[in-house]
T-cell receptor
Framework: DSGVTQTPKHLITATGQRVTLRCSPR?????VYWYQQSLDQGLQFLIQ???????AKGNILERFSAQQFPDLHSELNLSSLELGDSALYFC??????????????FGPGTRLTVL | TQLLEQSPQFLSIQEGENLTVYCNSS?????LQWYRQEPGEGPVLLVT?????EVKKLKRLTFQFGDARKDSSLHITAAQPGDTGLYLC???????????FGPGTRLSVLP
């Protein structure tokens, strides 16, 4: 158990819909990362927040958005869903202070299926 | 085009054999990490290497970071079925920023 929690574990929805994925980081971690993992694209970095502020942005679509709240939990919002958005979505957290040696702890993931 | 390439993509070996998997790029990384991911779970960090030429050992696993900080290898001695999983390398492009992941090597160790 990494200490990172993600809800829900599974999500099935239809094209065009909007969903919200939730992540609670490990106690004391200020940094949250979101990743998308699909069979053909591997693990893709989406976005990182540190203490409520956006710190780095990766291959995140404009239909996707995220935020980190004052209690440090984070939400990833996916809208106008397409079939290709079906994937595993992981959240990871770190203390965000170790620079190049930053250790990320991954949550168990949310499996999103878009029908 | 992947920034990080991993080889082989798949590897199936017998228990007790040795193996090496590779992570290569044309880019220089500030640091490089290796993770192992099991089905239905998130990746778990195995090691972080920071210095070019650095070698780290974790029991039967030996990790090496290339001198130019563009590549890395993971060597497993006397593989066991418990080593089965997806091995991912991840490189940090810019200091303190995000990691870029390779596509992974899927290892199966048969008893």
């Amino acid at each position: 158990d990494s200490g990172v929690t993600q809800t829900p574990k599974h999500l099935i929805t239809a094209t065009g819909q909007r969903v919200t994925l939730r992540c609670s980081p490990r106690s004391g971690d200020l940094s949250v990362y979101w990743y998308q993992q699909s069979l053909d694209q591997g693990l893709q970095f989406l976005i990182q927040y540190y203490n409520g502020e956006e710190r780095a942005k990766g291959n995140i679509l404009e239909r996707f958005s995220a935020q980190q709240f004052p209690d440090l939990h984070s939400e990833l919002n996916l809208s106008s869903l397409e079939l290709g958005d079906s994937a595993l979505y992981f959240c990871a957290s770190s203390d965000g202070t170790s620079g190049v040696a930053d250790t990320q702890y991954f949550g168990p993931g949310t499996r999103l299926t878009v029908l | 085009t992947q920034l990080l390439e991993q080889s082989p993509q798949f590897l199936s070996i017998q228990e007790g054999e040795n193996l090496t998997v590779y992570c290569n790029s044309s880019s220089v990384f500030s640091s490089l990490q290796w993770y192992r991911q099991e089905p239905g779970e998130g990746p778990v960090l195995l090691v972080t290497v920071v210095t070019g030429g650095e070698v780290k050992k974790l029991k039967r696993l030996t990790f090496q970071f290339g001198d130019a900080r563009k590549d890395s290898s993971l060597h497993i001695t006397a593989a066991q079925p418990g080593d089965t999983g997806l091995y991912l390398c991840a490189g940090m492009m810019n200091y303190g920023q995000n990691f870029v992941f390779g596509p992974g090597t899927r290892l199966s160790v048969l008893p």
